[in-house]
């Protein structure tokens, strides 16, 4: 069975450009959540997605935006970028969701946003 | 503003020794407490996870020791390995994953 897969893996942007960001939750899997990896913050929440709709959505800004399409996969997208933004953006696909009755997250292997 | 409260930042510890992680929470309303595991280069993967009804889980190496009283729960590898170097991430879950800050645990041969 095909895990998570985030594309790009990495890339290079400048400041006030605008990113999106892929992500392809495993087979049946209905629910994507991304995070921001920062060292020494650890996992920031950003938003989950469930059947195509936002259910959950973390204290970014409003730069910060995603989607979801009916085939499950994710897409998030970062409008006027700023240094700070630079970072491992995680997708995480779940059965059901993080209110689940596991709740087991199964991660891709990110996407590393440089900003410069 | 961390929901979960993590420490230390980063342990080392020799081949066969025992590693602690501890977690703190203040959100009264998480109901499932999970750790997960984290190589370079990879996501996150879940290694193991404790309801707060039980105050101990173990699982081959790893053990999950739960206070509900404190809000205080940790994560003990015994007979640490090299292939356990990694970060380790604590969390608590009501709607949503709330994960601490990271340990970053090196194991020397």
């Known amino acids: 069975k095909a895990g998570v897969t985030q594309t790009p893996r990495y890339l290079i942007k400048t400041r006030g450009q605008q990113v999106t960001l892929s992500c392809s939750p495993i087979s049946g899997h209905r629910s994507v959540s991304w995070y921001q990896q920062t060292p020494g913050q650890g996992l920031q929440f950003l938003f989950e997605y469930f059947s195509e709709t936002q259910r959950n959505k973390g204290n970014f800004p409003g730069r910060f935006s995603g989607r979801q399409f009916s085939n499950s996969r994710s897409e998030m997208n970062v409008s006027t970028l700023e240094l700070g933004d630079s970072a491992l953006y995680l997708c995480?696909?779940?059965?059901?969701?993080?209110?689940?009755?596991?709740?087991?997250?199964?991660f891709g292997e990110g996407s590393r946003l440089t900003v410069l | 503003q961390q929901q979960v409260k993590q420490s230390p930042q980063s342990l080392i510890v020799q081949k066969g020794g025992i590693s602690i992680i501890n977690c703190a929470y203040e959100?009264?309303?998480?109901?499932?407490f999970p750790w997960y595991q984290q190589f370079p280069g990879k996501g996150p993967a879940l290694l193991i996870a404790i309801r707060p009804d039980v105050s101990e889980k173990k699982e081959g190496r790893f053990t999950i020791s739960f206070n509900k009283s404190a809000k205080q729960f940790s994560l003990h590898i015994m007979d640490s390995q090299p292939g356990d170097s990694a970060t380790y991430f604590c969390?608590?879950?009501?709607?949503?994953?709330?994960f601490g800050a990271g340990t970053t645990v090196t194991v020397r041969a």
């Open positions: 969390a608590g879950g009501d709607y949503k994953l709330s």
């Open positions: 995480a696909s779940s059965l059901e969701g993080q209110g689940g009755d596991t709740g087991e997250l199964f």
């Open positions: 959100n009264t309303a998480f109901d499932y």
